[in-house]
């Protein structure tokens, strides 16, 4: 039997789509969507969720969206590009006026086939990222590129307790790929870093790991 929006050759659907969504957002809210918002809402399925779960393989790319942290995340993006479909969730703006950011969130992390993070510091609502995470089934298909800071003592780097904690479970799942770049580095030797992370992990990805 079809399910998950597929028609019967397991193709995806807007129309299946748009029940699964349905009833996630009712899940996730308590609430039963405006029928006024049906028509955005099938649109943005159409333009941004099918593209996305047609996909043999699909990045949730989740980070800091200051300056310069948002322009590694875009690095961590182009260069997942050549494996799968990466996608950043200010981009899918089409929920914007539809569903609040933690149900955006939520809905997507459901459909992506898999869920990577670039960590530098714990700013920016990754602990709620990190909450949300830590359980079945998105914490098997999550992987962490974190920045270590050879300059500092391991409790002086920028992750508070929580995150630091989240981390700490993903490295003993060797889910985590790990670049050095001390607190003075260059945005050349960051980048330099993460390019190495990103390498080694679509070594792993394409090999079946």
Not at 21 to 42: C, H, I, P, S, V
Not at 135 to 163: Q, V
């Amino acid at each position: 039997m079809p399910g998950n929006g597929t028609d019967e050759d397991g193709d995806v659907t807007a129309a299946g789509q748009l029940s699964v969504l349905l009833d996630e957002y009712e899940a996730f809210t308590g609430e039963q969507m405006d029928r006024n918002d049906y028509a955005d809402f099938k649109r943005a399925i159409e333009t941004e969720v099918v593209p996305i779960t047609e996909a043999d393989r699909s990045f949730f790319v989740l980070g800091s969206y200051d300056g310069e942290d948002e322009e590694r995340l875009r690095l961590v993006e182009e260069r997942l590009d050549a494996v799968g479909k990466p996608f950043l969730l200010k981009d899918l703006d089409a929920f914007d006026d539809l569903l609040l950011w933690t149900t955006q969130f939520k809905v997507m992390a459901n459909r992506a086939t898999h869920i990577v993070g670039l960590y530098e510091h714990s700013e920016g609502g990754h602990e709620w990222e990190a909450g949300w995470l830590d359980h079945e089934p998105h914490r098997g298909k999550f992987t962490a590129f974190k920045r270590d800071y050879p300059d500092l003592e391991s409790k002086e780097e920028p992750f508070d307790g929580m995150f630091a904690h989240f981390l700490e479970t993903l490295a003993a799942l060797e889910q985590i790929h790990r670049f050095d770049a001390p607190t003075d580095a260059s945005e050349e030797e960051v980048e330099r870093g993460l390019k190495t992370c990103l390498s080694d992990y679509k070594r792993e990805l394409l090999a079946g790991k």
